[in-house]
């Protein structure tokens, strides 16, 4: 079975719009574990809009599930994933005035910036991986960085609109995947995932082991409860 990987950050997105001490992170990632997930996957931005410093700590110390924390190859943050460390940290891009991240590392342009943060978190014990868009000098770039693990950008695929758009996506993705596989990288995927488009693409690209899948999880859970919104979709992943 795939891993499934529950972003909770817009749990914390409602907590913040108001000021409150709730709603609880750590009670969604407790419910998302009795509903199945694999592990947590939090974003700590440098803007704080939604999860903060203490919220990474306390899942660390409270949750049994691994903790993926994406976080910007930074030095401040580099710092805090150190000090908690969370079983795994993804680099990821970011802008402050992106609503949501919008395309994957460029690792090629930036690998001699990252390769510091890189291993200074491999040294501390955390594995990291690259949040990569599906092309191939990207890949080529990750796997001369020697991560264990990159997770592909599945945003333009989620988003197509028409069927030409979503298989052009698609072969995108699988052969990003089958060069990431043969170059001894495990290959994750993530961005814009849902119930309905989740299935369609694990039976394109085999070669995906983990997904990390946030706002539509959350979007669900408002209906049905984090529990079996959880389940719902670990059942899509058999």
């Known amino acids: 079975m795939i891993r499934l990987g529950v972003n909770i950050d817009h749990v914390a997105t409602i907590r913040q719009a108001r000021g409150t001490a709730y709603p609880s992170i750590l009670e969604a990632a407790r419910l998302a574990a009795a509903g199945g997930a694999d592990q947590i996957t939090i974003h700590l931005r440098e803007d704080r809009r939604h999860i903060q410093d203490e919220d990474v700590r306390v899942l660390k110390n409270e949750i049994q599930l691994p903790l993926n924390l994406e976080m910007a190859a ?111 990288l495990k290959v994750a995927a993530g961005h814009g995932l849902h119930y309905e488009n989740t299935k369609t693409l694990l039976e394109a690209v085999p070669e995906i082991e983990e997904l990390n899948i946030g706002h539509a999880i959350v979007a669900r859970a408002i209906f049905v409860g984090m529990e079996q919104a959880v389940k719902e979709m670990k059942g899509l992943l058999i």
């Open 74 to 184: 930074v030095d401040e943050i580099t710092a805090i994933a150190l000090n908690v460390k969370p079983d795994s940290a993804t680099l990821v891009p970011e802008r402050r005035e992106e609503q949501t991240t919008e395309c994957g590392l460029d690792v090629v342009a930036l690998f001699q910036m990252i390769s510091p943060n890189i291993e200074s978190l491999r040294k501390g014990g955390i594995t990291v991986s690259l949040f990569i868009d599906p092309e191939e000098e990207q890949v080529r770039a990750a796997i001369e960085l020697k991560v264990p693990l990159i997770e592909l950008h599945t945003g333009p695929y989620s988003a197509a609109k028409n069927m030409l758009t979503r298989d052009r996506e698609l072969g995108r993705l699988r052969r990003a995947a089958r060069l990431a596989k043969k170059g001894g």
